[in-house]
């Protein structure tokens, strides 16, 4: 666009005021009629005296060259010059026509880039204008109205000379009521290159055309067999649709000799688009996405433009470089995330567009390097670095733009882009003039670097990674008209890396101190690549239980490299919530599989069997596991004998396994057991989950209960110990005979019960051995007789016991009267 307008109202220059005093001194006498016609004179005025008078007047109107064709003539074309004329002051500009002038040939580059960048108007780099014939007036131009204007002149009537480029400008003159004397309003510069003939010797220009774009896709995926991928939101519909960014970048890329350098991730996005996907909603729910033939409609018309092409493939979703050389090594494994990466470029693009594209170059981001920077793209397996000539400086004073490709050494290649021509379509390019200058810009430089020397050279450009569509649009407009030009070839960039490199080119990679600050700020923090190695950690904790581990690696390993995206440079914020997002999400899945929550336990008795629960809610089975149990206070409770125990585990998807452990009882009172699952690598996996065991083996109560009854027992056998003796007493005293004899029968039918008792311990039918003696021998029966009483017997050990009181708290004997004399060997009592 041209320079914005100048304040009008100004006092004259006091240059204009010497030309005034001059004037009057030369008219002599006719002094007054020369002042009355003073403000026409100005009409008639040579070139040099425009300067003085559009010192404050040349920036009043805009000048826009909205169309330059061709943009790089021949003879016998006619060049047609369009735009608008805009008057930027607050007064009506009368008697103005725009006109074209041609300036002096430009033999440098820098000489272009000091035109590019001038305002004022200066007639004497400006030229005149080109003829009378060649313009188109305009009675009046009104405050802030733009007017379109349109001027063809044939090229032969521009006088040019030698091939080379030429300064083009186009003027708007006129005057004002503040100044009436026609004078340059308004200016506008661009450039003619001039090449009628092919050149000697052509240069090789290779073009860079990037597909890459942000990060759109999630970690997530849904539950099934199709694993239905999750988009941050719906900007990559709105990319492919008619008129987005990079629908406007394959549409102009398919007709143009190019390199097409692809990231990886946006074909798998792409790809991903043309199936079943969801959209990440405002309120976090996943809605169905609706634009799968946007997707498939891009994607089949890039397999076409790629066939026979010549294709690069970045490392997956397009690596920050220097963010991971200056912020990333000490972080565990980034190195290998970028090997993945680069590992998996190739097959994505395979699969996806059906051709073998290559996978050794590396591309920093603007092409700054330093050794670093080197070291790192080096290490996944690239060989050649694709850098920029504001990075990798010329300091051997050659006088012309060597060739792209030199070595620098461990068997790498540097690509050196051109930074004027790589640079050449940033900013807003929205409008028709911005972009016209870029383009004729552009073509200048190109021009001139085919015309500093004899030698032929092969020179690289690559521009921004993300053009919009209007920054495409120029682009392809320049490179329609480089590629219809006398002075360039195309070459793919496999070609530029292999052709010999210009020897007194610099070979030396800047310091780490020259990087360039404003690049620096922008990088991913140390905090970012620490955040990636624990989301890594914990997938590889995770992968090691799942039965079919692909399906949380494969989008959780390009979720990390989407992690590492260029994209984010700039946006520290969203790069922040993208890896939260990320390890969040693999966090639910891993406490899919967990442990459930147990609340106490009581333990009665001397062992018990403790179960704990493991639930897997995922979709698929888990493997690997291990339970372990511990005791904490194992004086108290043992698990299975020791401290603690460990179990395996499998459980199927959707299922829950109980795992049972026996414990065992030392002492009552509580004890915490916590149960933790554990990778087969000693690995702990999920939270743990802590329970209180309350152990009662034998409680206050039932051994109450026990010797309460042990002592009645006593005391009954006791009773009736002492109730026989009596009753064996009174019948001595009466009869002697009759009591020896009843005597005799009591202590042969307590050694029968002994006897019985001690057989049923043995388990065999036969009486235990008796500490007493021979069988039927005891201490009230020496001789060992073993005479029962009979019926007949009148004074019977039963009617004795008979003729005594019966006491209620006695119990109903079930076995024959027990003897005072020590238990056998054999006999115990069961509880």
């Given at each position: 666009?041209?320079?914005?307008?100048?304040f009008?109202?100004?006092?004259?220059?006091?240059?204009?005021?010497r030309?005034?005093r001059?004037?009057?001194?030369?008219?002599?006498?006719?002094l007054?009629a020369?002042l009355l016609q003073?403000?026409?004179?100005?009409?008639?005025?040579?070139?040099g005296?425009?300067s003085?008078?559009?010192?404050?007047?040349?920036?009043?109107?805009?000048?826009?060259?909205?169309?330059?064709?061709?943009?790089?003539?021949?003879?016998?074309d006619?060049?047609?010059?369009?735009g608008?004329?805009?008057n930027?002051?607050?007064?009506?500009?009368?008697?103005?026509h725009?006109?074209?002038?041609?300036?002096?040939?430009?033999?440098?580059r820098?000489?272009?880039?000091t035109?590019a960048?001038?305002?004022?108007?200066?007639?004497g780099?400006?030229?005149?204008e080109?003829?009378d014939?060649?313009?188109?007036?305009?009675?009046?131009?009104?405050?802030?109205?733009?007017?379109?204007?349109?001027?063809s002149?044939?090229?032969?009537k521009?006088?040019l000379?030698t091939?080379g480029v030429?300064e083009?400008?186009?003027?708007l003159?006129?005057?004002?009521?503040?100044?009436?004397?026609?004078?340059?309003?308004?200016?506008q510069?661009?450039?003619?290159?001039?090449?009628?003939?092919?050149?000697?010797?052509?240069?090789?220009?290779?073009?860079?055309?990037?597909?890459?774009?942000?990060v759109h896709m999630?970690?997530?995926?849904?539950?099934?067999?199709?694993?239905?991928?999750?988009f941050?939101?719906?900007d990559?519909?709105?990319?492919?649709?008619?008129g987005?960014?990079?629908?406007r970048?394959l549409?102009?890329g398919?007709?143009?000799?190019?390199?097409?350098?692809?990231?990886?991730?946006l074909?798998?996005?792409?790809?991903?688009?043309t199936?079943?996907?969801?959209?990440?909603g405002?309120?976090g729910?996943?809605?169905?996405?609706?634009?799968?033939d946007v997707?498939k409609?891009?994607?089949?018309?890039l397999?076409?433009?790629?066939?026979g092409?010549?294709?690069?493939?970045?490392?997956f979703?397009?690596?920050?470089?220097?963010?991971l050389?200056?912020?990333?090594t000490?972080?565990?494994?980034?190195?290998?995330?970028?090997?993945?990466a680069t590992?998996?470029a190739?097959s994505?693009v395979?699969?996806?567009?059906?051709v073998?594209p290559?996978?050794?170059?590396?591309?920093?981001?603007d092409g700054?390097?330093?050794?670093?920077?080197?070291?790192?793209?080096?290490?996944?397996?690239?060989?050649?670095?694709?850098?920029?000539?504001d990075?990798?400086?010329?300091?051997g004073?050659?006088?012309?733009?060597?060739s792209?490709?030199?070595p620098i050494?461990?068997g790498?290649?540097?690509i050196?882009?051109?930074?004027?021509?790589?640079?050449?379509?940033e900013g807003?390019?929205?409008?028709?003039?911005?972009?016209?200058l870029?383009?004729?810009?552009?073509l200048?430089q190109?021009?001139?670097i085919?015309?500093?020397?004899?030698?032929?050279?092969?020179?690289?450009?690559a521009?921004?990674?993300?053009?919009?569509a209007?920054?495409?649009?120029?682009m392809?407009?320049?490179?329609?008209?480089?590629?219809?030009?006398?002075?360039?070839?195309s070459?793919d960039l496999?070609?530029?890396?292999?052709a010999?490199?210009?020897?007194?080119a610099?070979?030396k990679i800047?310091?780490?101190?020259?990087?360039?600050?404003?690049?620096?700020?922008?990088?991913?923090?140390?905090?970012?690549f620490?955040?990636?190695?624990r989301?890594?950690d914990?997938v590889?904790n995770?992968?090691?239980?799942?039965?079919?581990?692909?399906?949380?690696v494969?989008p959780?390993?390009?979720?990390?490299?989407r992690?590492?995206?260029?994209?984010?440079r700039?946006?520290?914020g969203?790069?922040t919530?993208?890896?939260?997002g990320v390890?969040a999400?693999?966090?639910d899945l891993?406490?899919q599989v967990?442990?459930?929550d147990?609340?106490e336990?009581?333990?009665?008795?001397?062992?018990?069997?403790i179960?704990?629960?493991?639930?897997n809610?995922?979709?698929?089975?888990v493997?690997?596991?291990?339970l372990?149990?511990?005791?904490?206070n194992p004086t108290r409770?043992?698990?299975?004998?020791k401290?603690?125990s460990?179990q395996p585990?499998?459980?199927?998807?959707?299922?829950?396994q109980s795992?049972?452990?026996?414990?065992?009882?030392?002492?009552n009172g509580?004890?915490?057991?916590v149960?933790?699952?554990?990778?087969?690598?000693?690995?702990?996996?999920g939270?743990p989950?802590t329970?209180?065991?309350?152990v009662t083996?034998?409680?206050?109560?039932?051994?109450?209960?026990?010797?309460?009854g042990?002592?009645?027992?006593?005391?009954?056998?006791?009773?009736?110990?002492?109730q026989?003796?009596?009753?064996?007493a009174?019948q001595?005293?009466q009869?002697?005979?009759?009591?020896e004899?009843a005597?005799?029968?009591e202590?042969?039918?307590n050694?029968d019960n002994?006897?019985?008792?001690?057989?049923?311990?043995?388990?065999?039918?036969?009486?235990?051995?008796s500490?007493d003696?021979?069988?039927?021998?005891?201490p009230?029966n020496?001789e060992g007789?073993?005479?029962?009483?009979?019926?007949?017997?009148?004074?019977s050990?039963?009617?004795?016991?008979?003729?005594?009181?019966?006491q209620?708290?006695?119990?109903?004997?079930?076995?024959?009267?027990e003897?005072?004399?020590?238990?056998g060997t054999?006999?115990?009592?069961?509880?």
């Amino acid at each position: 666009m041209a320079e914005a307008a100048d304040f009008q109202g100004t006092s004259p220059s006091p240059a204009r005021r010497r030309l005034r005093r001059a004037g009057a001194l030369l008219a002599g006498a006719p002094l007054l009629a020369a002042l009355l016609q003073l403000p026409a004179a100005p009409s008639a005025h040579a070139a040099g005296q425009e300067s003085p008078q559009t010192a404050s007047g040349s920036r009043t109107v805009a000048v826009s060259v909205d169309s330059f064709s061709p943009s790089a003539p021949s003879d016998g074309d006619t060049l047609t010059v369009s735009g608008t004329v805009t008057n930027k002051s607050k007064q009506a500009v009368t008697d103005a026509h725009v006109g074209l002038r041609l300036g002096p040939e430009l033999n440098t580059r820098s000489a272009i880039d000091t035109v590019a960048q001038r305002t004022q108007f200066d007639p004497g780099a400006d030229g005149p204008e080109v003829g009378d014939k060649y313009v188109q007036k305009f009675t009046q131009l009104a405050p802030g109205v733009a007017e379109h204007f349109s001027i063809s002149v044939p090229v032969d009537k521009l006088n040019l000379g030698t091939n080379g480029v030429y300064e083009f400008s186009v003027s708007l003159s006129g005057q004002t009521s503040v100044q009436p004397w026609e004078q340059v309003l308004g200016i506008q510069r661009t450039f003619l290159p001039w090449q009628p003939n092919d050149a000697g010797a052509k240069t090789k220009t290779t073009y860079l055309w990037p597909l890459v774009s942000s990060v759109h896709m999630t970690a997530e995926t849904s539950p099934g067999a199709l694993q239905t991928p999750v988009f941050l939101n719906d900007d990559l519909a709105k990319e492919l649709s008619p008129g987005g960014r990079l629908e406007r970048m394959l549409s102009l890329g398919k007709d143009l000799d190019v390199t097409w350098v692809i990231d990886p991730d946006l074909l798998a996005s792409v790809d991903a688009m043309t199936r079943t996907y969801r959209v990440q909603g405002a309120n976090g729910t996943a809605v169905p996405g609706t634009h799968q033939d946007v997707a498939k409609k891009w994607l089949s018309g890039l397999q076409q433009a790629v066939t026979g092409k010549d294709v690069v493939a970045l490392p997956f979703a397009d690596p920050d470089l220097a963010s991971l050389a200056h912020h990333g090594t000490s972080a565990t494994g980034s190195l290998s995330q970028l090997k993945d990466a680069t590992d998996v470029a190739a097959s994505t693009v395979e699969t996806v567009l059906h051709v073998k594209p290559s996978t050794d170059f590396a591309w920093p981001v603007d092409g700054a390097v330093d050794p670093s920077i080197v070291k790192v793209a080096t290490s996944a397996g690239a060989d050649k670095i694709i850098t920029r000539s504001d990075s990798l400086q010329e300091t051997g004073g050659l006088p012309y733009t060597p060739s792209a490709a030199r070595p620098i050494g461990g068997g790498t290649t540097a690509i050196v882009t051109d930074a004027r021509l790589s640079t050449a379509f940033e900013g807003d390019l929205t409008q028709a003039g911005a972009s016209t200058l870029a383009v004729q810009e552009f073509l200048a430089q190109s021009l001139e670097i085919d015309n500093q020397t004899s030698r032929r050279r092969s020179i690289v450009v690559a521009p921004q990674r993300m053009p919009s569509a209007s920054q495409a649009q120029a682009m392809a407009q320049a490179l329609t008209a480089l590629q219809q030009s006398n002075w360039s070839q195309s070459q793919d960039l496999a070609a530029a890396a292999a052709a010999k490199p210009d020897p007194g080119a610099t070979t030396k990679i800047p310091s780490g101190a020259d990087y360039p600050s404003s690049l620096r700020r922008k990088e991913l923090r140390p905090a970012a690549f620490r955040a990636i190695a624990r989301t890594q950690d914990k997938v590889d904790n995770f992968r090691v239980v799942l039965t079919d581990p692909s399906r949380v690696v494969t989008p959780f390993g390009r979720a990390m490299n989407r992690e590492m995206a260029t994209s984010w440079r700039g946006r520290s914020g969203g790069a922040t919530d993208f890896r939260d997002g990320v390890e969040a999400y693999l966090d639910d899945l891993s406490e899919q599989v967990k442990l459930i929550d147990k609340s106490e336990t009581k333990l009665s008795g001397h062992s018990a069997t403790i179960p704990v629960t493991v639930q897997n809610n995922l979709v698929q089975g888990v493997d690997h596991l291990v339970l372990r149990l511990t005791s904490t206070n194992p004086t108290r409770l043992k698990i299975r004998g020791k401290a603690y125990s460990e179990q395996p585990v499998a459980v199927s998807g959707g299922h829950s396994q109980s795992v049972k452990f026996t414990t065992s009882a030392n002492a009552n009172g509580p004890v915490t057991v916590v149960a933790q699952l554990y990778t087969q690598d000693g690995r702990e996996y999920g939270a743990p989950v802590t329970f209180d065991v309350k152990v009662t083996e034998i409680t206050a109560t039932v051994m109450l209960v026990i010797g309460g009854g042990v002592l009645l027992l006593v005391l009954a056998g006791f009773r009736m110990y002492t109730q026989r003796k009596r009753a064996a007493a009174n019948q001595a005293a009466q009869d002697p005979q009759t009591a020896e004899n009843a005597e005799n029968a009591e202590n042969a039918e307590n050694t029968d019960n002994a006897e019985e008792a001690r057989g049923g311990e043995d388990g065999d039918g036969q009486a235990g051995d008796s500490e007493d003696g021979p069988e039927g021998a005891g201490p009230e029966n020496p001789e060992g007789a073993a005479a029962r009483p009979t019926e007949g017997t009148e004074e019977s050990g039963s009617r004795s016991r008979a003729d005594d009181p019966e006491q209620p708290s006695d119990p109903t004997p079930d076995t024959a009267a027990e003897s005072a004399d020590p238990s056998g060997t054999g006999e115990k009592v069961d509880r």
